[in-house]
């Protein structure tokens, strides 16, 4: 073998390996968009069905894991999967206990301002009796 002849394997091999990488990460990005909608499909649909600890996970990489094209099941691992939900679990409940914090400042800032006015209502009352 020639020279050459070894670099266009080389390159070949890099090309296989680029288009191989592309693959995956183009994949994992629709996994992770696909384990959000599965997320709120399992909170919509089948609540009344899972129940357990834990199988509102189990159900969701079930789903997420049957979507993979079957090739591509060796690349993907269950493991892997199961890392996808878990990531977007816990980034669904960081936003909701954001919105939930949001939520209770500004009630509690409405209640304080009420409060307020109240307050002052009463010693306005009081001073001029």
Do not use: C, W
């Not at 073998?1 to 995956?24: F, R, W």
Request: hydrophobic content about 45%; proline content about 2%; cysteine-free.
């Amino acid at each position: 073998m020639d020279v050459k002849t070894i670099l266009d394997v080389l390159q070949v091999l890099l090309y296989v390996a680029l288009g191989g990488l592309t693959i995956y990460f183009k994949t994992k990005s629709v996994l992770r968009d696909k384990a959000g909608e599965f997320i709120t499909k399992a909170e919509n649909e089948a609540k009344d069905v899972i129940d357990e600890k834990g199988g509102k996970h189990n159900y969701i990489v079930d789903l997420l894991f049957g979507f993979i094209p079957k090739p591509l099941q060796v690349i993907f691992s269950r493991a892997l999967i199961d890392g996808i939900v878990d990531k977007a679990f816990k980034a669904a409940e960081s936003y909701a206990v954001t919105q939930l914090d949001k939520a209770v400042d500004k009630i509690v800032r409405t209640d304080t301002a009420t409060i307020d006015t109240a307050v002052t209502s009463i010693n306005t009352e009081t001073e001029t009796k």
